[in-house]
């Protein structure tokens, strides 16, 4: 639909691995200091920060549900309809559970999500050298992060269909990006010192709810998650043919499920970093912190999922030509996140990423 472009300016601004449990992180660099910017970090975003958007950049508009009329918002609302709702289980998975015990605790509560976790870890795609018999040992082996995405992805596929062969691929991408950016979100907010970084890997790893839903009910759709295609590409091509886009259906999906309002604030500003510039984004400084911890380590997803990424220390976040980064040096600049070039380049930080993308594969 040509009324999703816009000319000129953008004015779309707002109207086998090795154990290792999550609750032993690397240290940040100094408790209560986040890492800082250094000055040839800090010079290289300023200058990366004066160049002017890509044509296809500037002219995209991003569709907010607000932008929807009537009708638009009424097929919308009947696609995310036809989902069924997840068991409860899911609902306690969204706000965190930090805590092993009580992580265990809340699988086991549900048979059949317990079973299928098992069924899952005990699969080839894991290749472990001795079964996992129990949800604890599970999680002990895994890790908190890796576990409630398993639960995850469980209670998803209970409700949505993925039949033909181009369906498969594409779910199990989406989901490997899942995966690779909410232990990338975990590892970014502890970096920052963030007092519960648990919500943002669970923010991180129900981004793409929104895409499995629109493939789920649109299969045809599929197909615009091939391997090689970027977050750009992929929402204009949603918005050409739903005439709105994932950030849309996550939000309306986890509000449909009675999810927590924050997660659903959240995910509807999911793609804000791709199209806002910082100087027109009205969001407080705090929420586009938040924003951009998930965005960020939901490129770094992408870029295992799609551009086949094989070690995490391999990318160089200010070498990135997308322009799904265009405006991440900028934002980096002043929001003061800076720091994050560092963490990214710290092994330390990037060794629970590097063992999901080991397991699952670029």
């Avoid at 890796?146 to 639960?151: A, D, I, P, S, Y």
């Avoid at 091939?226 to 929402?235: E, Y």
């Amino acid at each position: 639909m040509s009324w999703f472009k816009r000319s000129g300016k953008k004015d779309s601004a707002p109207p086998s691995a090795a154990p290792q449990a999550d609750a032993s992180p690397a240290a940040p660099a100094s408790a209560g200091n986040p890492v800082e910017t250094t000055a040839g970090d800090l010079e290289t975003l300023k200058s990366l920060a004066e160049r002017k958007p890509p044509d296809a950049l500037a002219d995209l508009f991003l569709v907010m549900e607000e932008h929807l009329n009537e009708l638009e918002l009424e097929d919308i609302r009947a696609l995310v309809a036809t989902l069924r709702q997840p068991p409860p289980l899911v609902e306690r998975l969204s706000s965190g559970l930090d805590d092993p015990e009580e992580l265990r605790e809340a699988i086991l509560s549900s048979p059949t999500l317990s079973a299928d976790v098992l069924r899952v870890v005990n699969s080839a795609a894991f290749a472990l050298n001795s079964p996992i018999s129990s949800i604890e040992h599970a999680v002990a082996y895994l890790g908190t992060t890796m576990v409630r995405g398993l639960v995850l992805q469980s209670a998803v596929g209970q409700v949505m269909a993925f039949e033909t062969d181009v369906q498969k691929a594409a779910y199990m991408r989406i989901w490997r990006s899942s995966y690779v950016a909410s232990a990338a979100a975990q590892a970014y907010a502890r970096a920052l010192n963030v007092e519960h970084p648990s919500v943002h890997a669970t923010r991180a790893l129900l981004v793409n709810i929104g895409d499995l839903a629109l493939i789920s009910a649109r299969p045809e759709l599929s197909v615009i998650y091939a391997p090689k295609t970027d977050l750009l590409g992929r929402v204009e091509a949603q918005q050409e043919e739903i005439m709105a886009n994932s950030a849309v259906l996550s939000s309306l999906l986890v509000r449909q499920w009675s999810l927590p309002d924050d997660l659903c604030d959240s995910l509807r500003h999911s793609l804000t970093p791709l199209t806002w510039a910082p100087e027109g984004n009205e969001r407080s400084a705090d929420k586009q912190r938040e924003d951009l911890v998930v965005y960020l380590a939901c490129r770094i997803g992408d870029a295992v999922a799609y551009g086949g990424l094989k070690d995490v220390a391999d990318f160089d976040l200010l070498a990135q030509e997308s322009a799904d980064f265009f405006y991440l040096p900028d934002y980096l600049r002043r929001l003061e996140l800076g720091g994050l070039l560092q963490v990214m380049a710290d092994r330390s930080h990037g060794r629970r990423v590097q063992q999901i993308i080991d397991t699952f594969g670029g």
